[in-house]
């Protein structure tokens, strides 16, 4: 079968959908498939109702011949696709990775809330119109894939949606290796870190601002590694600077998968503070790590690993403070080890692929 992959990004840009739409590819064209990739590449500089529009000529000319479109998000992907499929007839499936109306709110101070009390609030006319627009999507695709149960329960809760076409296609753990975890923290003390965009629902202004009451309240040599870019790496700086970090609190940018790997590796902890994570990979990859991870309880993971990850509440600093303390004493921290060596981690991408391939062919009839 012929399938275009709708992607915002592609190797060699960075960022999860490009991974994911490079592992695809390659796996499912090891099972024999023909795999046109349509990506945001070369039109970042169009403003953006010509680069949506330009992006949109692009699938059209690519999904003459296929059997489906897949696009890997809602809006800048999947509403061009969803006009193709309109046009031609084809195929056109979606999958959700991310909320685009929750994010816009948070990002432009309209909401502190998590992903699910935001939906609880009353919407104003210029969301209940992406609502209706993003209804319209979903009713054009044949199915549409949620990377869990979380994220899922929400959408048939709030949207128009037929529960027979929603599918769940879980992330993978990375194929990774490890070293003795000990050496490794030796090697870097303690090393607290975040890796991912840097955005208002990242909640890193809580982390820092955490991170310099532990500081003070503890005898160890702490540092605050930031991973990531994006719109508020500026204001974060300026927050580092106020609070006199500038010594202990560093921001990198984002750097390609195999560093960071190394990099969690020689961390002490990981912290994903987010209002609301679905089904964030830098989770995974700590577990498949080993690597002790405090993770925000606004995730797919907090029903299904509650009984073996320590999550905070993304809305609680003192939660924050108290678990990053428990952790930094020694016997905690060997516990918490043994209890994520049990976490189970063998899922693959091979696995994706399968499952990929088994909804674009078996299901789409």
């Not at 012929?2 to 592992?23: D, F, M, N, R, W």
């Not at 499929?85 to 998590?114: H, N």
């Not at 509440?313 to 990053?324: F, G, R, S, V």
Request: with cysteine.
């Amino acid at each position: 079968m012929k399938i275009v992959l709708a992607t915002p990004i592609y190797p060699p840009e960075i960022g999860g959908p490009a991974i994911y739409s490079q592992k695809l590819k390659e796996g499912l064209e090891k099972k024999g498939h023909e795999i046109i990739i349509v990506s945001y590449r070369g039109l970042r500089a169009y403003p953006k109702p010509l680069r949506i529009f330009v992006y949109f000529l692009k699938l059209l000319k690519s999904a003459k011949g296929c059997g489906l479109i897949y696009s890997f998000n809602l809006i800048s992907c999947g509403l061009p696709a969803c006009c193709v499929s309109k046009i031609t007839g084809k195929k056109f499936f979606i999958r959700i990775g991310g909320d685009f109306l929750w994010e816009r709110a948070v990002e432009s101070g309209r909401t502190k809330k998590p992903l699910r009390e935001y939906y609880e609030d009353s919407k104003t006319p210029k969301e209940r119109f992406w609502i209706w627009l993003m209804g319209k999507v979903f009713n054009q695709a044949g199915k549409i894939i949620f990377t869990g149960d979380f994220q899922r329960k929400i959408y048939l809760k709030y949207f128009v949606i037929e529960a027979q076409k929603t599918i769940i296609i879980k992330n993978p753990f990375p194929d990774i290796s490890f070293q003795n975890l000990a050496h490794e923290m030796q090697d870097t003390g303690y090393q607290i870190l975040y890796a991912g965009r840097l955005l208002k629902l990242k909640n890193l202004d809580l982390l820092i601002g955490t991170f310099k009451k532990v500081l003070l309240k503890t005898d160890k040599n702490l540092t605050l590694k930031i991973i990531g870019e994006g719109p508020e790496e500026a204001s974060l700086q300026l927050t580092i600077n106020n609070l006199q970090l500038t010594d202990k609190v560093s921001i990198q940018r984002s750097f390609i998968q195999e560093k960071l790997f190394s990099e969690i590796k020689r961390s002490y902890l990981c912290i994903l503070p987010s209002l609301t994570e679905i089904t964030p990979n830098f989770a995974l990859e700590c577990l498949k790590l080993q690597k002790p991870i405090l993770l925000t309880k606004e995730t797919e993971y907090y029903e299904v690993l509650k009984d073996d990850l320590i999550f905070i509440d993304p809305q609680n600093e003192i939660d924050l403070e108290e678990k990053m303390i428990y952790l930094l004493d020694g016997g905690n921290y060997a516990s918490y080890i043994e209890k994520i060596k049990k976490i189970p981690t063998q899922r693959s991408w091979e696995d994706v692929v399968q499952e990929h391939e088994e909804s674009f062919i078996h299901r789409s009839h």
